[in-house]
């Protein structure tokens, strides 16, 4: 008997009594969720109503190890952090890939919970079943790093595992994420997640766990492995991913000419030093891993010489693509800003987008150089990138203090039409590629759950699907048609949506998992093997709709959170900078733009498919008791949010 | 009679997926060859960060002449007469923890779960569980002659030097030839 892939008991720490209570998981909620961004979107919901605000001690920090994170499944490395994110009022919730899920697992944990707020900076201390509290005072103020650093030297534990926050957490400052194991490892970005830990005066999270995480089924899982391997092996997708890690999107970005440079202006850019060729021959330490993975995507880069000598960061795609949005061509500025918002603790997606904003503030003399202290703020200008991070991170000056909000936030304070130029879908920065010329993915990012982002869905498999498969999956050959395509891209989108939320739940990397050369090669990594997985470790016996159908169901519990504090149709949908605005700088996709009606009627169909109602956006209570969702649906109707 | 093989970190530096990853996959499988559960506290294989970037695995070297064979007061450990290599008797051993301290490797350690010692014992004798499962196929169960020529290998590296080695094949692997240039492409 080797046990399940389930800890068994959950933690619940309330800040404000001290109170540290080990409760039983049972299967009440991993029945209907299984675990990770499952458990977590559901838990916010039954225990953070929309009367909570953001910073409230009531509302909640929830920690959840995706299933599968802690066992030997390849790549399932993914921890959710779920709370009401202060970006975007709503559902909120950042992953990453690193070893605390699964130390919190082996400490005895499927779940943490910490709510309510401490007098005075506290860590958390997990050694095993032992949890206290103690006293944050030497660390407060601390980078992200030197907090790791100098909490596994306290406590005598080289080998411990942590999740801290910078001073960027600290400050409130509502771009801050919750880094894992230090500086470079892994971070739950997006959605402010630290600025809620700062407020709750929580530096740290401490953990060490020496119990077993098991597998029900060791041959299966034995067998399911080999056939990843092979898939790997054949999937045209995966060797690049092991060779140049995710730097080599800029490949995709330059095929179809939608870098989003400059604030969102330019399609085509000069990609020329950021190639992923320079990056690997010139500054990639090695090819690294998350944990349990054998892609190895994950990258460090060193930088040798010049002004930025010895500055070693971990980069991921987004930094470089969020630093082409501050109009940076050098791959050195790329790592130091790296290097620095890690350091702070600061989520660089959210943090690009604020800058580029407010450069192009700047240029368009909205602010001038008495906002900025004097600091010449132009896209491309490197100093000032860095130096306007570090700012607001430490929220060091007016402007400072104003772009730590966000830019949604900040637009608002700042006037001047600058809404016009603040990025943002719900309150959350824009993340990778420009959608002009691509409409699906447009909507992709007005449907997401979090505000703007691309890890919500896969609409590339619009890019992968042959005109054959889109009739088969999705009943019309156009959805294969990536510009002039429509019907079928509605369904297209919730499908990929429901996809992608599996690795969320099971806690496996979307690189490994939800990228695929081909669309075969996707179903069966994504949905087949994945499957196998979590039924092998779990010892449970889901078929692969029913876990297609464990995604809807997380989807739909944010929808439903999201609806719950106020959201309609009307939210979803994108800056008007990609109505109305042609894409600059010629290339592949030079002077698109998004097309309404395109987008609309994509919208429609997505609705429809999703069950929700057309006319409000609001979910149906057909569409949630489909689900199981009948307790969801109640509260909808009492709050007078539910469709019909 | 020279033991049979030790797991050897048989790193390529001058190519970068010649390198630890530090996925810590051996870790976890070994401790479900072992346990039948993942647990890499319970791995006879640990995976060091001495800092970022640079992981290094490090397992038992197998000694001829062992110092946890010495340190043991109750003959727990004894050199094994198939593998020639020193086992654990988890019988006899007391979980004293000599051993450990005496280790210059670190290498042997206390099993939470059973209050035993473990050290690697080569999975019996088959391919052992860390070789079968690193994606970067940087550890080998070397006999000493396989030892002897991955050393002289490693050692000619040096000679040669790693800059020139990085020269000749920037970031470890041949040129990018133009069909792999357009796989690249692919979202």
């Given at each position: 008997?080797?046990?399940?892939?389930?800890?068994?008991?959950?933690l619940?720490?309330?800040?404000?009594?001290?109170?540290?209570?080990?409760e039983?998981?049972?299967?009440?909620?991993?029945?209907?969720?299984?675990?990770?961004?499952?458990?977590?979107?559901?838990?916010?919901?039954?225990?953070?109503?929309?009367?909570v605000?953001?910073f409230?001690?009531?509302?909640?920090?929830?920690?959840?190890?995706?299933?599968?994170?802690?066992?030997?499944?390849p790549?399932?490395?993914r921890?959710?952090?779920?709370?009401?994110?202060?970006?975007?009022?709503?559902?909120g919730?950042?992953?990453?890939?690193?070893?605390?899920?699964?130390?919190?697992?082996r400490?005895?944990?499927d779940?943490?919970?910490?709510?309510?707020?401490?007098?005075?900076?506290?860590?958390?201390?997990?050694?095993?079943?032992?949890?206290?509290?103690?006293?944050?005072?030497?660390?407060?103020?601390r980078?992200?790093?030197?907090?790791?650093q100098?909490?596994?030297r306290?406590?005598?534990r080289?080998?411990?595992?942590t999740?801290?926050?910078g001073?960027?957490g600290?400050?409130?400052v509502?771009?801050?994420?919750?880094?894992?194991?230090?500086?470079?490892?892994?971070?739950?970005?997006?959605?402010?997640?630290?600025?809620?830990?700062?407020?709750?005066?929580?530096?740290?999270?401490?953990?060490r766990g020496?119990?077993?995480?098991?597998?029900?089924?060791?041959?299966a899982?034995r067998?399911?492995?080999?056939?990843?391997l092979?898939?790997?092996?054949?999937?045209?997708?995966?060797?690049?991913?092991?060779?140049?890690?995710?730097?080599?999107?800029?490949?995709h970005?330059?095929?179809?000419?939608?870098?989003?440079?400059?604030?969102w202006r330019?399609?085509?850019?000069?990609?020329?030093?950021?190639?992923?060729?320079?990056?690997?021959?010139?500054?990639?330490?090695?090819?690294?891993?998350?944990?349990?993975?054998?892609?190895?995507?994950r990258?460090?880069?060193r930088?040798a010489?010049?002004?930025?000598?010895?500055?070693?960061?971990?980069?991921?795609?987004?930094?470089?693509?969020?630093?082409?949005?501050?109009?940076i061509?050098?791959?050195?500025?790329?790592?130091?800003?790296?290097?620095l918002?890690?350091?702070?603790?600061?989520?660089?997606?959210?943090?690009?987008d604020?800058?580029?904003?407010?450069?192009?503030?700047f240029?368009?003399g909205?602010?001038?150089?008495?906002?900025?202290?004097?600091?010449?703020?132009?896209?491309g200008?490197?100093?000032?990138l860095?130096?306007?991070?570090?700012?607001?991170?430490?929220?060091?000056g007016?402007?400072?203090?104003?772009?730590?909000?966000?830019?949604?936030?900040?637009a608002q304070?700042?006037?001047?039409?600058?809404?016009?130029?603040?990025i943002?879908v719900?309150?959350?920065?824009?993340?990778?590629?420009?959608?002009?010329?691509m409409?699906?993915?447009a909507v992709?990012?007005?449907?997401?759950?979090?505000?703007?982002?691309h890890l919500?869905?896969?609409?590339?498999?619009?890019?992968?699907?042959?005109?054959?498969e889109?009739?088969e999956?999705?009943?019309?050959e156009?959805?294969?048609?990536?510009?002039k395509?429509?019907?079928?891209?509605?369904?297209?989108?919730?499908?990929?949506?429901?996809?992608?939320?599996?690795?969320?739940?099971?806690g496996?990397c979307?690189?490994?998992?939800?990228?695929?050369?081909t669309?075969?090669?996707l179903y069966?990594?994504?949905?087949?093997?994945?499957?196998?997985?979590?039924?092998?470790c779990?010892?449970?016996?889901?078929?692969?709709?029913e876990?297609?159908?464990?995604?809807?169901?997380?989807?739909?519990?944010?929808?439903a959170?999201?609806t719950?504090?106020?959201?309609?149709?009307?939210?979803?949908?994108?800056p008007?900078?990609?109505f109305?605005?042609?894409?600059?700088g010629?290339?592949?996709?030079?002077g698109?733009?998004?097309?309404?009606?395109?987008?609309?009627?994509?919208?429609d169909?997505?609705?429809?498919?999703?069950r929700?109602?057309p006319?409000?956006?609001?979910?149906?209570?057909?569409?949630?008791?489909r689900?199981?969702?009948?307790?969801?649906?109640?509260?909808?109707?009492?709050?007078?949010?539910?469709?019909? | 009679?020279a033991?049979?093989?030790?797991?050897?970190?048989?790193?390529r530096?001058?190519?970068?997926?010649?390198?630890?990853?530090?996925?810590?996959?051996?870790?976890?499988?070994?401790?479900?060859?072992h346990?039948?559960?993942?647990?890499?506290?319970r791995?006879?294989?640990?995976?060091?960060e001495i800092?970022?970037?640079?992981?290094?695995?490090?397992?038992?070297?197998?000694?001829?002449?062992?110092?946890?064979?010495?340190a043991?007061?109750?003959?727990?450990?004894?050199?094994d007469?198939?593998?020639?290599?020193?086992?654990?008797?988890?019988d006899?051993?007391?979980?004293c923890?000599?051993?450990?301290?005496?280790?210059p490797?670190?290498?042997?350690?206390?099993?939470?779960?059973?209050?035993?010692?473990?050290?690697?014992?080569?999975?019996g004798?088959?391919?052992?569980?860390?070789?079968a499962?690193?994606?970067?196929?940087?550890?080998?169960?070397?006999?000493?002659?396989?030892?002897?020529?991955?050393?002289?290998?490693?050692?000619?590296?040096?000679?040669?030097?790693?800059?020139?080695?990085r020269?000749?094949?920037?970031?470890?692997?041949?040129p990018?030839?133009?069909?792999?240039?357009?796989?690249?492409?692919?979202?």
């Amino acid at each position: 008997m080797s046990g399940t892939c389930y800890a068994g008991k959950m933690l619940r720490v309330d800040l404000s009594s001290g109170r540290i209570e080990s409760e039983e998981f049972g299967t009440a909620l991993t029945d209907l969720h299984l675990g990770g961004r499952g458990v977590s979107s559901k838990v916010l919901y039954d225990e953070v109503p929309p009367e909570v605000e953001p910073f409230d001690p009531d509302n909640r920090l929830i920690f959840s190890p995706g299933a599968l994170h802690g066992t030997g499944v390849p790549a399932a490395s993914r921890t959710t952090v779920a709370t009401r994110s202060p970006l975007t009022g709503m559902h909120g919730d950042g992953h990453a890939g690193a070893t605390w899920g699964g130390e919190l697992k082996r400490a005895g944990y499927d779940l943490l919970i910490v709510q309510g707020r401490a007098e005075k900076p506290v860590y958390l201390y997990l050694d095993d079943q032992t949890a206290e509290l103690k006293s944050a005072a030497a660390y407060w103020g601390r980078l992200t790093s030197q907090t790791h650093q100098a909490l596994a030297r306290d406590l005598n534990r080289p080998e411990l595992c942590t999740v801290t926050i910078g001073p960027a957490g600290e400050n409130l400052v509502r771009l801050a994420g919750v880094f894992h194991n230090g500086a470079d490892k892994g971070v739950s970005a997006r959605c402010g997640m630290g600025a809620v830990m700062g407020s709750k005066n929580l530096k740290a999270i401490a953990t060490r766990g020496r119990g077993e995480v098991g597998a029900a089924d060791l041959p299966a899982l034995r067998s399911a492995y080999q056939d990843y391997l092979e898939t790997i092996a054949l999937d045209p997708y995966c060797p690049p991913a092991t060779k140049y890690g995710t730097c080599r999107f800029m490949m995709h970005r330059v095929k179809f000419g939608i870098h989003g440079a400059e604030n969102w202006r330019y399609g085509a850019y000069d990609w020329s030093r950021l190639d992923p060729e320079v990056f690997r021959g010139d500054f990639q330490v090695k090819a690294g891993a998350c944990v349990a993975c054998p892609i190895r995507c994950r990258r460090d880069y060193r930088i040798a010489s010049g002004p930025f000598a010895g500055i070693t960061a971990k980069v991921e795609w987004e930094t470089i693509a969020r630093s082409m949005t501050c109009g940076i061509k050098e791959p050195e500025a790329v790592i130091a800003w790296a290097n620095l918002c890690n350091h702070y603790g600061l989520d660089v997606e959210g943090l690009g987008d604020t800058v580029a904003f407010a450069m192009e503030c700047f240029e368009k003399g909205i602010l001038t150089k008495k906002e900025t202290d004097g600091l010449e703020l132009r896209f491309g200008r490197v100093e000032a990138l860095l130096e306007l991070s570090r700012r607001i991170a430490l929220r060091e000056g007016d402007l400072a203090g104003i772009l730590a909000e966000g830019t949604k936030r900040a637009a608002q304070k700042i006037g001047q039409g600058s809404e016009k130029l603040a990025i943002q879908v719900k309150g959350g920065e824009m993340t990778a590629g420009d959608p002009r010329g691509m409409p699906v993915r447009a909507v992709s990012y007005a449907t997401s759950t979090r505000g703007g982002d691309h890890l919500r869905s896969n609409p590339y498999i619009e890019e992968i699907m042959t005109p054959e498969e889109a009739l088969e999956w999705w009943g019309s050959e156009e959805a294969a048609d990536i510009a002039k395509g429509l019907k079928g891209k509605g369904r297209m989108l919730k499908f990929s949506e429901d996809l992608v939320t599996i690795g969320d739940i099971l806690g496996l990397c979307k690189f490994a998992y939800y990228r695929s050369a081909t669309f075969p090669y996707l179903y069966r990594k994504g949905v087949h093997l994945a499957t196998r997985f979590y039924n092998a470790c779990s010892g449970r016996n889901l078929s692969e709709e029913e876990m297609l159908l464990a995604g809807e169901r997380a989807w739909n519990i944010e929808k439903a959170y999201n609806t719950r504090c106020g959201a309609d149709r009307s939210d979803d949908t994108i800056p008007e900078r990609f109505f109305s605005e042609p894409l600059l700088g010629g290339g592949p996709s030079g002077g698109a733009v998004v097309e309404r009606e395109k987008f609309d009627r994509i919208l429609d169909e997505y609705y429809e498919d999703r069950r929700f109602d057309p006319e409000t956006g609001l979910p149906t209570r057909a569409g949630l008791t489909r689900l199981g969702l009948k307790d969801i649906a109640d509260d909808l109707e009492k709050r007078g949010r539910l469709a019909g | 009679m020279a033991r049979k093989a030790r797991i050897v970190y048989t790193n390529r530096p001058w190519e970068a997926t010649g390198i630890c990853s530090g996925c810590r996959l051996c870790e976890l499988w070994c401790s479900v060859e072992h346990n039948q559960t993942f647990n890499p506290v319970r791995s006879r294989i640990r995976v060091v960060e001495i800092q970022t970037g640079i992981d290094v695995p490090v397992t038992c070297q197998q000694c001829p002449d062992p110092a946890c064979l010495k340190a043991c007061r109750f003959q727990a450990i004894a050199l094994d007469e198939k593998l020639h290599i020193p086992l654990v008797d988890e019988d006899k051993c007391t979980g004293c923890k000599e051993c450990l301290g005496a280790c210059p490797f670190g290498i042997i350690t206390l099993d939470p779960a059973t209050h035993k010692a473990i050290k690697c014992d080569l999975c019996g004798g088959g391919e052992p569980a860390c070789v079968a499962i690193c994606p970067s196929r940087v550890l080998a169960a070397l006999d000493d002659e396989g030892a002897a020529e991955y050393n002289r290998r490693r050692f000619a590296a040096l000679l040669a030097g790693d800059d020139e080695l990085r020269r000749l094949r920037p970031g470890g692997e041949e040129p990018v030839p133009e069909k792999l240039r357009r796989e690249v492409e692919r979202p």
